[in-house]
């Protein structure tokens, strides 16, 4: 991102600062956490105490002035990331960083997560609308101490507007993009039809159609279209932490049946981009009602996961295939006109002006619509058939945040259920347990009901015959209670059985850590044992992948054509799949792995399509490959005489020794997974100035792979190094929830002079926990009065 040019004079200007005493005075940014600030707003006295981590215990006598304080807190350590998040979802990056994200912006702009938040906004209930603007008053006391600003300000040279209802809002939007898309797979099917077929893409891709019209109307797709439009989300992806395959999530409830207490315990762990600051923000409110503890959204009021003092409840991603493409028929005569059953319409249109950092003038953007949606084909250049999008978040009476704060406050299973009917999107598996003994799950959103088709491909949209007619009534969506099994456990596998009589999604992730999680809780409970505390972290960092029991078999099975190959196999032999930071057996396999997928479609998938490919589909037509021999994809039609599968194994196994040699040297001995295997802490923008970046960015070595509960995709484009990660972790003791524990990635603070910056990082990759303290007798540390003027 060529958003800093001059990035080694401005890192001259620091040292210059440093020296001459602008340390001291970047120090002042830090938070004051000790004393007494008298600020307008509130009702009455705020007490926070934070503790040796730097975790805050707001305990307020209204609810309004425990979220008030809430957004003092959040501005306190993390302004800078919520001044980036509004500008994200604002797209208003141009305006601070120059031209090099105006792309992102005219996207931003076309999709209008901005406008549609203001539009979510007046679909909200007074309650939840007076919630946000405590939330947001005390962000905005905060802001108007004139504190010293964090680093970044400085750097890029500007100052925080004063923040609002919509700035909070849109980044609920934005976490929807995060969690909930799935066009970039119609693109992605598009695509290898093109170069394969829809018979073979329906083998790399499931759920890919063989309706004869569907197939034609993707015809209509522009090639360059789609690849554009591929380039800005892998740009949403890579720079900005938005979406990816690898996002997703593991969380299990298990009941006092199978427990050491009696009463149930609750595990969750979410698993996001990874990036410093962390996305979450732990926290302890308590007001007048409300009393949570858990983990907050930085720019939000409310904890999408935690406890209070009845329930407790944790989320993983249900992936609903909520997003379609359709293909627009134009007016050659009006360009701002489409059709519509045979009828010319006006479309939508909002003029939306971009400033640019170093110009003058604003650009003006149109961002058009039609009924379906934004004209996302807007940003690629002209389109013949312009492709616009359709999605739920978009929606104007989206009240998904008005769910949230209503299941913050809930008691029972009923009040839990009546707010997740309030719930739009990001669909979520949402699990259940109460101080009463009662487990449960359910999966809220709206998740649309086609007339035809499944949504896995772009659809002609000048008719009604692709058209959403309703969504999946919210009784008939995926739930149980109190299950027989005694525990449920969900990781983005497949939620429904084969003869559930709605369409949810093509693209469910492989079961391999949903099984490997069942299989724990069930040799922890078997022979009469139960299940502790304890016991549940320790599924959490579980790292063993149970792929291997699919794939590994064949590379064990190979005939070594060199020493080299006999010492990298010799390894693997007996090795059970366990991927620790300092397995050599992990280094060889995930290599193999990476290369064994190449070698199998590099002669289909060329270029940029291979990358495409493997960033947004999981491999999992590796497995029938495994299965078969002479399946044809192990043949390499460019080459004579025809391969087989265990060639093609053998072929991958060589480049993947080169490749390990080439990272790690010739001795096999220090191949240690951990040596290639990095967590990446980006931080947004500046790990994308080298000059810049070793102030910021953090990594540390790693074990666990794509599939491990303790989840550690590796990005094969990138050196084996890892982007998302388990951002949170908690383990819910409904009997005492003393016992109850919970991390974060990085650490607190937002503020790189912050001792609270990075010091979590070690603790999570160790899988170590944090008390969830909860009640202020417990809470210990600074304590900052706040005292209303």
Same mark, same amino acid.
């Given at each position: 991102?060529?958003?800093?040019?001059?990035?080694? $004079?401005?890192?001259?200007?620091?040292?210059?600062?440093?020296?001459?005493?602008?340390?001291?005075?970047?120090?002042?940014?830090? /938070?004051?956490?000790? %004393?007494?600030?008298?600020?307008?707003?509130?009702?009455?006295?705020? =007490?926070?105490?934070?503790?040796?981590?730097?975790?805050?215990?707001?305990?307020?006598?209204?609810?309004?002035?425990?979220?008030?304080?809430?957004?003092?807190?959040?501005?306190?350590?993390?302004?800078?990331?919520?001044?980036?998040?509004?500008?994200? @979802?604002?797209?208003?990056?141009?305006?601070?960083?120059?031209?090099?994200?105006?792309?992102?912006?005219?996207?931003?702009?076309?999709?209008? $997560?901005?406008?549609?938040?203001?539009?979510?906004?007046?679909?909200?209930?007074?309650?939840?609308?007076? +919630?946000?603007?405590?939330?947001?008053?005390?962000?905005? &006391?905060?802001?108007?101490?004139?504190?010293?600003?964090?680093?970044?300000?400085?750097?890029?040279?500007?100052?925080?507007?004063?923040?609002?209802?919509?700035?909070?809002?849109?980044?609920?939007?934005?976490?929807?993009?995060?969690?909930?898309?799935?066009?970039?797979?119609?693109?992605?099917?598009?695509?290898?039809?093109?170069?394969?077929?829809?018979?073979?893409?329906?083998?790399?891709?499931?759920?890919?159609?063989?309706? %004869?019209?569907?197939?034609?109307?993707?015809?209509?797709?522009?090639?360059?279209?789609?690849?554009?439009?591929?380039?800005?989300?892998?740009?949403?992806?890579?720079?900005?932490?938005?979406?990816?395959?690898?996002?997703?999530?593991?969380?299990?409830?298990?009941?006092?049946?199978?427990?050491?207490? @009696?009463?149930?315990?609750?595990?969750?762990?979410?698993?996001?981009?990874?990036?410093?600051?962390?996305?979450?923000?732990?926290?302890?409110?308590?007001?007048?009602?409300?009393?949570?503890?858990?983990?907050?959204?930085?720019?939000? /009021?409310?904890?999408?996961?935690?406890?209070?003092?009845?329930?407790?409840?944790?989320?993983?991603?249900?992936?609903?295939?909520?997003?379609?493409?359709?293909?627009?028929?134009?007016?050659?005569?009006?360009?701002?006109?489409?059709?519509?059953?045979?009828?010319?319409? *006006?479309?939508?249109?909002?003029?939306?002006?971009?400033?640019?950092?170093?110009?003058? =003038?604003?650009?003006?953007?149109?961002?058009?619509?039609?009924?379906?949606?934004?004209?996302?084909?807007?940003?690629?250049?002209?389109?013949?058939?312009?492709?616009?999008?359709?999605?739920?978040?978009?929606?104007?009476?989206?009240?998904?945040?008005?769910?949230?704060?209503?299941?913050?406050?809930?008691?029972?299973?009923?009040?839990?259920?009546?707010?997740?009917?309030?719930?739009?999107? /990001?669909?979520?598996?949402?699990?259940?347990?109460?101080?009463?003994?009662?487990?449960?799950?359910?999966?809220?959103?709206?998740?649309?009901?086609?007339?035809?088709? *499944?949504?896995?491909?772009?659809? /002609?949209?000048?008719? *009604?015959?692709?058209?959403?007619?309703?969504?999946?009534?919210?009784?008939?969506?995926?739930?149980?209670?109190?299950?027989?099994?005694?525990?449920?456990?969900?990781?983005?596998?497949?939620?429904?059985?084969?003869?559930?009589?709605?369409?949810?999604?093509?693209?469910?992730?492989?079961?391999? !850590?949903?099984?490997?999680?069942?299989?724990?809780?069930?040799?922890?409970?078997?022979?009469?044992?139960?299940? +502790?505390?304890?016991?549940?972290?320790?599924?959490?960092?579980?790292?063993?992948?149970?792929?291997?029991?699919?794939?590994?078999?064949?590379?064990?099975?190979?005939?070594?054509?060199?020493?080299?190959?006999?010492?990298?196999?010799?390894?693997?032999?007996?090795?059970?799949?366990?991927?620790?930071?300092?397995?050599?057996?992990? #280094?060889?396999?995930?290599?193999?792995?990476?290369?064994?997928?190449?070698?199998?479609?590099?002669?289909?998938?060329?270029?940029?399509?291979?990358?495409?490919?493997?960033?947004?589909?999981?491999?999992?037509?590796?497995?029938?490959?495994?299965?078969?021999?002479?399946?044809?994809?192990?043949?390499?039609?460019?080459?004579?005489?025809?391969?087989?599968?265990?060639?093609?194994?053998?072929?991958?196994?060589? !480049?993947?020794?080169?490749?390990?040699?080439?990272?790690?040297?010739?001795?096999?001995?220090?191949?240690?997974?951990?040596?290639?295997?990095?967590?990446?802490?980006?931080?947004?923008?500046?790990?994308?100035?080298?000059?810049?970046?070793?102030?910021?960015?953090?990594?540390?070595?790693?074990?666990?792979?794509?599939?491990?509960?303790?989840?550690?995709?590796?990005?094969?484009?990138? &050196?084996?190094?890892?982007?998302?990660?388990?951002?949170?972790?908690?383990?819910?003791?409904? #009997?005492?929830?003393?016992?109850?524990?919970?991390?974060?990635?990085?650490?607190?603070?937002?503020?790189?002079?912050?001792?609270?910056?990075?010091?979590?990082?070690?603790?999570?990759?160790?899988?170590?926990?944090?008390?969830?303290?909860?009640?202020?007798?417990?809470?210990?540390?600074?304590?900052?009065?706040?005292?209303?003027?």
């Amino acid at each position: 991102m060529r958003m800093v040019r001059n990035g080694l $004079f401005v890192l001259g200007l620091i040292l210059v600062l440093v020296f001459s005493g602008g340390f001291f005075y970047l120090r002042s940014s830090l /938070p004051k956490t000790e %004393g007494t600030e008298v600020i307008a707003g509130l009702d009455g006295q705020v =007490e926070i105490v934070r503790d040796a981590d730097g975790v805050p215990h707001i305990f307020a006598a209204t609810d309004h002035d425990a979220l008030f304080a809430l957004g003092y807190v959040h501005a306190q350590d993390r302004m800078w990331q919520m001044e980036f998040q509004r500008r994200v @979802g604002a797209g208003r990056l141009s305006e601070v960083l120059g031209d090099a994200t105006l792309d992102t912006d005219k996207f931003i702009r076309t999709m209008g $997560f901005y406008r549609s938040a203001k539009e979510a906004w007046d679909a909200l209930d007074d309650s939840t609308q007076q +919630s946000l603007q405590a939330y947001v008053d005390g962000v905005n &006391a905060w802001i108007d101490e004139k504190h010293t600003l964090p680093p970044e300000f400085l750097i890029l040279g500007f100052k925080p507007e004063p923040w609002t209802v919509y700035d909070s809002m849109v980044w609920a939007k934005m976490m929807s993009w995060d969690l909930g898309g799935n066009y970039d797979k119609e693109l992605l099917r598009v695509k290898v039809a093109q170069a394969v077929g829809a018979t073979r893409a329906a083998e790399l891709i499931p759920g890919y159609p063989t309706d %004869g019209t569907t197939i034609l109307a993707s015809n209509y797709l522009a090639p360059d279209v789609a690849s554009n439009l591929l380039n800005i989300d892998n740009t949403l992806q890579t720079q900005f932490n938005l979406g990816g395959l690898d996002v997703g999530s593991n969380d299990w409830v298990v009941s006092g049946d199978l427990t050491d207490t @009696g009463l149930p315990s609750l595990a969750n762990d979410p698993h996001l981009g990874a990036r410093i600051p962390s996305i979450w923000y732990l926290v302890e409110l308590q007001g007048d009602k409300l009393h949570t503890v858990g983990a907050s959204f930085p720019g939000l /009021p409310f904890l999408p996961i935690g406890h209070n003092e009845n329930i407790a409840w944790g989320v993983t991603n249900l992936g609903p295939d909520v997003q379609d493409l359709y293909l627009e028929k134009i007016n050659p005569e009006n360009l701002n006109q489409y059709e519509v059953n045979g009828e010319w319409v *006006d479309m939508t249109i909002v003029e939306e002006p971009i400033f640019v950092k170093g110009k003058d =003038e604003p650009i003006l953007w149109a961002a058009r619509s039609t009924r379906h949606g934004p004209l996302i084909s807007d940003v690629s250049g002209s389109a013949p058939f312009p492709v616009a999008m359709q999605w739920t978040a978009l929606d104007s009476n989206d009240t998904t945040v008005e769910a949230y704060m209503q299941l913050n406050y809930a008691t029972n299973w009923d009040e839990f259920t009546t707010a997740l009917k309030k719930y739009v999107a /990001p669909s979520q598996n949402f699990v259940f347990a109460d101080k009463a003994g009662n487990i449960g799950y359910y999966a809220p959103g709206r998740i649309p009901i086609r007339s035809q088709g *499944d949504g896995s491909v772009p659809v /002609p949209g000048w008719t *009604d015959v692709y058209r959403w007619t309703g969504w999946i009534p919210f009784e008939d969506l995926p739930n149980v209670y109190n299950p027989e099994s005694g525990f449920v456990a969900t990781a983005n596998n497949r939620s429904v059985p084969d003869d559930y009589p709605y369409f949810i999604t093509n693209d469910w992730t492989p079961p391999y !850590r949903a099984e490997r999680i069942t299989e724990l809780i069930k040799e922890m409970s078997s022979n009469g044992e139960k299940i +502790s505390v304890a016991d549940m972290a320790a599924i959490q960092a579980d790292q063993l992948s149970t792929e291997t029991r699919d794939l590994l078999p064949l590379l064990q099975s190979l005939t070594p054509a060199d020493e080299r190959q006999t010492k990298a196999l010799e390894y693997l032999q007996n090795w059970d799949g366990s991927t620790a930071v300092d397995s050599i057996a992990t #280094s060889i396999y995930e290599a193999w792995m990476m290369e064994f997928e190449q070698v199998l479609l590099e002669d289909d998938l060329s270029g940029k399509l291979y990358d495409d490919f493997v960033m947004r589909q999981h491999p999992v037509f590796l497995k029938n490959v495994v299965n078969d021999p002479n399946n044809t994809w192990c043949d390499n039609f460019l080459t004579t005489p025809t391969e087989t599968c265990n060639d093609a194994a053998g072929e991958a196994l060589d !480049r993947a020794l080169d490749l390990l040699t080439e990272k790690m040297g010739k001795n096999m001995k220090k191949w240690a997974w951990g040596n290639i295997h990095k967590t990446q802490y980006p931080h947004n923008p500046f790990s994308e100035v080298p000059a810049l970046k070793r102030f910021f960015h953090r990594e540390i070595a790693n074990g666990g792979d794509k599939y491990t509960v303790n989840v550690a995709p590796p990005r094969y484009n990138d &050196a084996f190094n890892q982007y998302h990660v388990p951002s949170y972790r908690h383990v819910v003791d409904m #009997s005492n929830f003393d016992n109850s524990i919970f991390m974060h990635t990085t650490g607190q603070s937002g503020n790189v002079l912050s001792p609270h910056y990075d010091d979590l990082i070690e603790r999570h990759q160790k899988v170590e926990y944090l008390p969830m303290t909860f009640g202020r007798e417990k809470a210990t540390g600074s304590v900052l009065i706040l005292r209303p003027k």
